[in-house]
């Protein structure tokens, strides 16, 4: 990792968190805080001694909304910045990446000519994939698949994920995310054109790699899936329980 950036892990370990949230303190005189995580004391204080030795907090930067990314800030007592898709903050600039989160943010931080480091949330991890739900939830497939297809364009040299370790060839990883998606979709396509109609038969077939504890996060997905047929006009009628 580089010297102007250090990884605080909140002890927050779970199915959906991995080990983590991931806190990231970026430069000095002051230093930036990405995504200060859950509202634990320890991890909190961890902060501020590390904020202390690069200068303090200049700027809070959040990647999105979720409480174990967010709990963290009113402890911290500083306002986060918002910044809109393309605006810079202390040498970060903004990318709107909706899809996990209606408002998600990843930051790119300069790292050589036209390369970039990537702060990037839940829209990508260190391990494994990330929940994307349906848009009654703030989520969106199709928005999702936008954002890595965006993502992909940067020439990247980095990932920090929100959960999980750094991600050392982003072009696989997101080629990787976007690969597994599809495969999804080309299986319950598949299903569907069979005649199968049963959302939990869908489910079974489609998600059957998935562990139980984990079952209702890939419902969800299934939803968003389906969201994105209909939204497509592909998705035909008389899908039931």
């Not at 002051?30 to 200068?55: N, S």
Request: glycine content about 10%.
């Amino acid at each position: 990792m580089s010297a102007d950036i250090e990884r605080l892990t909140a002890d927050n370990p779970g199915p959906m968190t991995l080990e983590g949230t991931n806190t990231y303190l970026v430069g000095r005189d002051p230093a930036v805080v990405i995504d200060p995580g859950p509202d634990d004391e320890a991890h909190l204080e961890a902060i501020r001694r590390a904020a202390e030795e690069r200068g303090g907090i200049g700027q809070v930067l959040l990647t999105h909304d979720d409480v174990d990314h967010l709990a963290g800030v009113e402890p911290l007592g500083i306002e986060p910045t918002r910044p809109s898709d393309g605006d810079v903050v202390a040498g970060l600039t903004a990318i709107a990446t909706p899809g996990h989160a209606a408002e998600h943010l990843c930051f790119l931080l300069p790292d050589g000519d036209d390369r970039f480091a990537c702060f990037s949330g839940d829209l990508i991890l260190g391990e494994g994939s990330t929940i994307v739900g349906p848009r009654r939830l703030g989520g969106s497939l199709a928005d999702y698949m936008r954002s890595l297809e965006r993502l992909r364009t940067f020439d990247l040299t980095v990932l920090y994920p929100g959960h999980g370790p750094e991600v050392h060839d982003p072009a696989a990883k997101i080629d990787e995310y976007i690969e597994h998606r599809l495969m999804r979709e080309r299986r319950l396509v598949a299903a569907l054109d069979r005649g199968e109609r049963s959302r939990a038969a869908l489910l079974d077939e489609v998600w059957d790699d998935v562990p139980e504890v984990l079952r209702p996060a890939a419902a969800l997905a299934m939803e968003a899936h389906l969201e994105k047929l209909q939204e497509e006009g592909r998705l035909p009628s008389g899908l039931k329980d």
